[in-house]
């Protein structure tokens, strides 16, 4: 059993930032990749940004030079920092991650999402 808590969500105004965190608990060995969807009103969820367990990272266009995903391995914990929020950045924002558990099976778990506004 693995467990995905988010926190940092809110409401900003436009130009504003927030950070989102991603905390995983629970039967872990290692994890290997971590993440960022989102999912607006009506649209369908689509990846943020994802890091390795390398430190290779990976961003949806519309974030690019905006967003910044990290992760610390000794917290097994995932960051997303949001910078320059746009009001098309207003979404639930869900982390994701591949887990390895004691027995070396691969699990993806998912947290539990976290509202983030963006308006005046």
């Known amino acids: 059993q693995v467990q995905l808590v988010e926190s940092g969500g809110g409401l900003v105004q436009p130009g504003g930032s927030l950070r989102l965190s991603c905390a995983a608990s629970?039967?872990?060995?290692?994890?290997?990749?971590m993440g960022w969807y989102r999912q607006a009103p009506g649209k369908q969820r689509e990846l943020v940004a994802s890091?390795?367990?390398?430190?290779?990272?990976n961003y949806a266009d519309s974030v690019k030079g905006r967003f910044t995903i990290s992760r610390d391995d000794a917290k097994n914990t995932v960051y997303l920092q949001m910078n320059s929020l746009k009001p098309e950045d207003t979404a639930v924002y869900y982390c994701?991650?591949?887990?390895?558990?004691?027995?070396?099976?691969?699990?993806?778990?998912w947290g539990q999402g976290t509202l983030v506004t963006v308006s005046s």
């Open positions: 994701y991650a591949r887990v390895i558990n004691p027995e070396k099976n691969a699990l993806d778990a």
């Open positions: 629970g039967r872990i060995f290692s994890i290997n990749h």
């Open positions: 890091i390795t367990s390398g430190g290779s990272t």
